[in-house]
């Protein structure tokens, strides 16, 4: 299991065990995240699932393919620097301990 944390707007942390190879966006559905809509169910089509990777992770992951920063062009909430679709982050032990905010909106 990866343990994760996802920072609410109102700045409640939440943290909970994934399971490795899940996508943050699956791990977040599975778990009842409050702000993860994922809409497309995963396939970088809809950008619903927008987070802000703290930037301490943000250098572990790997760079976004060519579709993902596409979507991330029709974020409801502002794009910075470190966001990303959770559903084209897979977890893996390499992320035990990934935190990231959640946007005000995603829709």
């Known amino acids: 299991?990866?343990?994760?944390?996802?920072?609410?707007?109102?700045g409640t942390r939440q943290a909970f065990d994934a399971a490795a190879g899940s996508?943050?966006?699956q791990a977040a559905t599975n778990a009842g995240v409050h702000g993860i809509v994922a809409e497309c169910g995963g396939s970088a089509m809809c950008a619903?699932?927008?987070?802000?990777?703290d930037p301490a992770w943000?250098?572990?992951?790997?760079p976004?393919?060519?579709?993902?920063?596409?979507?991330?062009?029709c974020t409801a909430s502002e794009r910075r620097p470190?966001?990303?679709l959770s559903c084209q982050i897979q977890l893996g032990?390499?992320?035990a301990g990934l935190t990231v905010e959640l946007p005000e909106r995603q829709q």
């Open 23 to 25: 996508s943050l966006m």
């Open 58 to 62: 943000a250098g572990r992951l790997p």
């Open 48 to 53: 619903t699932c927008h987070v802000y990777v």
């Open 93 to 95: 032990a390499a992320l």
């Open 1 to 10: 299991m990866i343990p994760v944390v996802f920072i609410h707007p109102d």
């Open 82 to 84: 470190t966001s990303r």
């Open 64 to 73: 976004p393919l060519s579709n993902e920063v596409e979507m991330l062009e």
